[in-house]
């Protein structure tokens, strides 16, 4: 017994073809979008870190050469202020030292991924990297700002006293330069969640 099978008509053979070349295009327009993506999230991750040096070491150095002798001293009594005399704020600056360094030193990952946009390796080890480094600045930034609002307000239960009435000039550069380092702190948010979406087209 034979089954003759309908025909097809030249409208719907028509419909095939344009079909087929529509996912054609689509999937070579898809292939040559994802590159183009990963390398724009490439370039704005460099920027982020260079951003990120700035606010990391201009944060070190703020807290760093922070220091004031007030006026009223006699022959052997003399106030004076510096940040090594609180250990927060010595972690302070050598958290913000030591991931300035590291920033610098990721930069050349940041311009391969700008060359080869689909790299996977490097990128998954900046993710775990960024992670460390930003919770190490975590801590250290939020150690300083402690102290700074004790600094600033006091705390009449541990008869700490608000030290900035006398130290000023102290307390306004030290609490500057938390600034950068809690807009550093933002900025590497951006970037680990960047790296994630470079992979994740990666992936596609």
Request: proline share 3%; aromatic share 10%; with cysteine.
């Amino acid at each position: 017994m034979h089954i003759e099978r309908p025909k097809q008509t030249p409208s719907q053979s028509f419909q095939k073809k344009m079909k087929a070349t529509m996912s054609e295009s689509s999937e070579l327009k898809s292939s040559k979008t994802k590159p183009g993506v990963n390398r724009g999230l490439s370039i704005l991750d460099f920027i982020l870190r260079l951003a990120a040096i700035v606010g990391t070491l201009g944060s070190a150095i703020a807290m760093g050469t922070t220091n004031q002798t007030l006026p009223f001293v006699t022959q052997f009594i003399q106030f004076r202020a510096e940040y090594n005399d609180i250990p927060m704020f010595t972690f302070f600056v050598v958290a913000n030292a030591i991931v300035s360094g590291y920033l610098v030193l990721s930069l050349p990952f940041s311009i391969f991924h700008i060359l080869r946009n689909r790299a996977h390796g490097t990128r998954v080890l900046l993710v775990f990297l960024d992670g460390g480094m930003m919770a190490l600045l975590t801590s250290g930034a939020s150690a300083a700002a402690a102290i700074v609002y004790l600094a600033h307000k006091g705390n009449a239960k541990t008869n700490w006293l608000a030290v900035c009435q006398q130290f000023n000039s102290f307390c306004e550069r030290i609490s500057g330069s938390l600034i950068g380092s809690f807009a550093a702190i933002i900025l590497f948010l951006v970037m680990i969640f960047l790296s994630g979406v470079a992979l994740s087209h990666r992936r596609r």
